[in-house]
């Protein structure tokens, strides 16, 4: 039947197109433009075909009425020119059947009918043998024979672009339903689903389809396959960022979760490493292979992956990132089954080597690292010193958060808090064995370091006082470096060294000692000052004697020459004195003898003058030898009540002070010699006004 309506296409189409170019090279100066638009109408335009297909010539029929009028045509002949034109045209479309498809279109062909009757299968959309209704088969580019319009009608759709950067789902209408274990249809070999017969017969399934379309041209049978693009995502309530090709950032890694596939097995949590489907873009070879719906221990790395949203979610988390001074102890919880490498001396816990489920026996340094966050936990482990506090001080590292000051009782029972500082290193290739013995480096902290400290401080000071703790702090900080050192060596850690800080005794015991401590200090500090006092008498008498050693030597000199000169002195004296001695004898007896003689002298003339007159004469040589005046310089007196008197002798007395030297007075009877009085400075005053009444010489 195919083959005779192919020979039968083929006839008539030569016939047809032979007809056709007679009529236009006969009538070409007689086409109207009515014919021109009755081909557009139909799409009867220069087109390609098929190469199994003739070549058709059709001529362009120009027409004008500036040729009608050159050609002089009447009526009468145009109108047989159109009517032959019309049935040239009408009878291949409606007698032969032809169909034009454009370039860029593709022809969707429905049956409307079949001579014997027969239909679809049920539960079938497609025709795959000629049935009535949609047929699998579509029209390529090209003309088309035996598709007479009362048997076929051919919807003609525009091929499917699908953009650069983006990606098309399918949706098929028709086909084998699929597995109740399976979510989409399996891949099969259609051409990218341009082909619906092979989709059809190679056992395509309904439904959403694994498979999708990437940037490119296609050829669809939409009657079979729905196509769903970012254009029209949304009308299918789908975010049109899904149907783009996805991509994976440089510092980031693509955890993946499939949405097909077998069930992951039981005891695991993420399906196994799936080799050959290109990174999760062939989901049919991922299925195939053995591929477990859930999360996949299996990455994306950086990059643009083309991926089937139905079939794959994809969340993007940072890389791992190790910093400089730690190491990442990986903790996996999917792999192959543990087999213990860390060897029969170390009994706490289990190594694995990479690939299996444990603790990872080699750590991961400083850097970046692509791994699963969801089926890994990197623990950080320091490898720089670690220094813990307890009391109220934190490190960056927070280890030591909970850690406070150690309260502890001595011997004598007094209770006293005790800060103390501990530092630890963990070498990179110890650290898995510390994560597997307790964890992680906060287990490390809270269930060993604390307790083997804190007990150690708290036994070692029930061995001594108070007191004794406080004397011996460097003694008893030795002893627990020692001690502490080999104790948590047993757990891979290395004590570097423990620190005694802060130590707080009770308030009481501590205000008694320092009562003490006070009061020796002070008299340490008396005796000190007393000595100073001391030795500054003895530097002030050493600098005095310095000082005053020329005078004390002068003063030695001057008591020897005073010594010498008292010894003279008293010669001296003794000397006058025996002088004196003997001169006074001498005067006694020159005064004995004078007085003898004026004894001899008064009783001769006694004798001879007698007693007065003897006396007068002795009193006038006395006046005469003394200047004594008995008659004044100036006499006043008056007679007959006149005052001139007194006041010439008042004149005369003024005149005899001026006439007297500065700073003396004239002798009186009183003062013989004259009287200069002076003042305490030595000089002179003003000298009274003294009358002297002379005697008479």
């Not at 320092?514 to 100073?532: F, L, P, S």
């Not at 009183?670 to 008479?696: E, W, Y």
Request: net charge neutral; glycine share 10%.
């Amino acid at each position: 039947m195919n083959k005779f309506k192919s020979s039968f296409a083929k006839i008539a189409g030569s016939l047809v197109a032979s007809l056709a170019v007679a009529g236009s090279v006969s009538y070409t100066s007689f086409a109207n433009a009515s014919t021109v638009e009755t081909l557009r109408a139909n799409n009867i335009a220069s087109v390609s075909v098929k190469p199994t297909q003739p070549q058709p010539v059709i001529a362009q029929l120009q027409t004008s009425n500036t040729q009608y009028q050159a050609m002089q045509l009447s009526p009468g002949v145009l109108v047989p020119i159109i009517v032959l034109g019309g049935v040239i045209v009408f009878v291949p479309l409606f007698f032969g059947g032809l169909v034009v498809i454009g370039e860029r279109e593709v022809g969707i062909v429905v049956r409307k009918f079949t001579l014997s009757g027969r239909g679809l299968p049920a539960g079938r959309l497609i025709a795959l043998n000629g049935e009535a209704g949609l047929q699998a088969d579509t029209l390529a580019p090209g003309w088309h024979w035996g598709y007479w319009p009362w048997q076929y009608s051919v919807r003609k759709e525009s091929v499917v672009v699908v953009p650069q950067g983006e990606i098309a789902l399918i949706v098929a209408a028709d086909g084998a339903s699929n597995p109740p274990e399976r979510i989409l249809g399996k891949i099969v070999d259609c051409d990218n689903f341009q082909d619906a017969r092979k989709f059809l017969t190679h056992g395509g399934e309904k439904g959403r389809q694994m498979g999708f379309l990437t940037a490119g041209t296609y050829r669809i049978n939409t009657a079979l396959f729905k196509v769903i693009m970012a254009s029209n995502a949304s009308a299918h309530g789908m975010n049109p960022e899904h149907l783009r090709v996805y991509n994976v950032a440089s510092d980031k890694v693509g955890i993946v979760t499939t949405l097909d596939g077998l069930p992951i097995a039981g005891g695991e949590i993420a399906g196994p490493t799936i080799d050959g489907h290109d990174n999760f873009q062939n989901g049919q070879k991922f299925i195939d292979a053995g591929g477990r719906r859930g999360l996949q221990e299996q990455i994306l790395l950086s990059g643009s992956w083309n991926l089937n949203p139905w079939f794959v979610q994809v969340e993007q988390v940072p890389m791992t990132e190790i910093p400089i001074g730690y190491v990442g102890v990986v903790i996996s919880f999917v792999g192959q089954a543990q087999e213990d490498v860390s060897g029969a001396a170390f009994t706490h816990g289990n190594l694995v080597n990479q690939g299996h489920k444990g603790v990872w026996v080699e750590p991961l340094y400083p850097g970046k690292h692509p791994l699963n966050s969801r089926i890994m936990k990197i623990e950080l482990v320091p490898t720089t010193n670690i220094v813990l506090n307890w009391s109220g001080r934190t490190e960056r590292h927070s280890y030591d958060a909970k850690l406070a000051s150690l309260t502890v009782r001595s011997r004598d029972g007094f209770a006293f808090d005790l800060e103390v500082a501990q530092i630890i290193h963990v070498g990179a290739l110890d650290a898995p064995k510390v994560i597997s013995r307790v964890g992680s480096m906060q287990n490390l902290v809270d269930h060993v370091l604390e307790p083997t400290i804190g007990n150690y401080f708290r036994n070692s000071a029930q061995n001594c006082t108070v007191l004794d703790f406080l004397t011996a702090r460097s003694e008893r900080q030795a002893e627990a470096a020692e001690y502490i050192k080999v104790a948590i060596r047993a757990y891979d850690v290395q004590a570097i060294d423990t620190l005694i800080g802060d130590i707080q005794p009770p308030a009481t015991l501590m205000q008694t000692q320092t009562d003490r401590k006070i009061a020796e200090e002070q008299r340490k500090t008396y005796e000190v000052q007393q000595a100073a006092q001391t030795q500054r008498q003895q530097l002030v008498r050493e600098t005095a004697l310095a000082d005053i050693q020329q005078e004390m030597v002068k003063s030695e000199q001057s008591v020897h020459i005073a010594d010498l000169k008292a010894q003279a002195q008293i010669k001296q004296a003794n000397g006058e004195a025996e002088g004196t001695k003997l001169r006074a004898i001498a005067e006694a007896e020159g005064i004995r003898a004078t007085g003898n003689a004026k004894a001899e002298t008064y009783r001769a003339g006694v004798e001879a003058l007698g007693p007065q007159g003897y006396t007068a004469m002795q009193l006038m040589q006395i006046i005469g030898d003394r200047n004594v005046r008995l008659i004044p310089d100036i006499l006043v007196g008056g007679s007959n009540g006149s005052t001139n008197g007194l006041v010439d002798g008042l004149l005369s007395l003024i005149l005899w002070n001026q006439t007297a030297k500065p700073g003396e007075t004239l002798p009186t009877p009183l003062h013989p010699q004259p009287i200069v009085k002076t003042q305490p400075n030595g000089q002179s005053t003003i000298p009274p006004i003294v009358v002297d009444f002379t005697g008479d010489k």
